[in-house]
């Protein structure tokens, strides 16, 4: 009785500060310059005007306020625009100073070891973010590169009619097949390889619901987000989820990497590929490996996300 009475008393002693740098931040806060917006309840701000569905409460909001709006999520400031003319100010006109972005606690990008290696999630647009985003660009969307992947796409698409032929009459999960057919042609593109199998995947499991598991931890919504004072306790435990997700997914991968970066001389014989690309200009294995999992991480889960939402 007398550890849990004594429990009890510090406990407002460890909520304290935390609280304290809220309310600072609050106070703070009603001194700035800031767009109109509808008034933020202490601790709180904003969240009980979004409620569930954000995209209509930040459109009727709009109506109240104009094009530009200041919101509090928890202690987070959040400026929207909801313009054609807000937004090329935002995108276009002063696209250098705002392209940096907001990073979730869950994601590898949060730690400063790892921002500099991300291309989406950047808390500033630096030197070697641009030279990264070039070197994506460059390598992997430009149009001489996207001509000569034509005979990839055209294999990917052969084996996966030549799948749905062999499973005529049966009953299949559709976003799988999808999902397998566009992540080995990213598997290509990166490394020269398939790292999947129709038959494998459709007995459910393995990399598709790794890949499922962590978009919705990525987007799940997270105390840590909207509170950063309380993101190093990781109290829904989202980041330490997402960590052993990734390390999965990038195992897949990792001894093609260590493979490659053993041979001192390119196979002349085979095509070159991202890896590469990233090899020669001497990228780390950290790097490879988040790089290439959050370029198949979106594409994928957008093919299993439009093939289960399809109706009729």
Known sequence: MDSTANSFIFLPLFLLPPLFWLILNYIKSRNQSLPPGPKPWPIVGNLPQIGSKPHVALAQLAQDYGPLISLRLGSQLVVVGSTPAAATEI????????????????????????????????????????????????????????????????????????????????????????????????????????????????????????????????????????????????????????????NKICSAWQEIIRERRGKKYQDSTRQKDFLDVLLQNDFSDDQINYLHLVRSLFPSSLSLYLVNNIKK
Not at 176 to 191: A, D, K, P, R, T
Request: with cysteine; charged share 25%.
């Open 91 to 246: 995108l276009k006109t002063h696209d250098r100073i705002l392209s940096g972005r907001h990073v979730p606690h869950v994601s590898y990008a949060k730690s400063p070891l790892m921002n500099y290696v991300s291309v989406g999630w950047t808390y500033e647009c630096t030197d070697q973010w641009k030279f990264l985003r070039t070197l994506c660009k460059s390598e992997i969307l430009g149009a001489k590169v996207i001509e000569n992947q034509s005979h990839l796409r055209e294999q990917k698409a052969n084996e996966l009619v030549q799948f749905l032929v062999s499973k005529e009459g049966q009953r299949i999960k559709i976003a799988e097949v999808v999902f397998v057919s566009v992540f080995n042609f990213l598997g290509q593109i990166f490394f020269s390889k398939d790292f999947l199998s129709y038959d494998e995947v459709e007995n459910g499991g393995g990399m598709s619901e790794l890949i499922r598991e962590v978009m919705e931890l990525w987007t799940a919504p997270n105390i840590s987000d909207l509170y950063p004072v309380l993101g190093g306790l990781d109290l829904q435990r989202l980041s330490k989820k997402a960590s052993v997700c990734h």
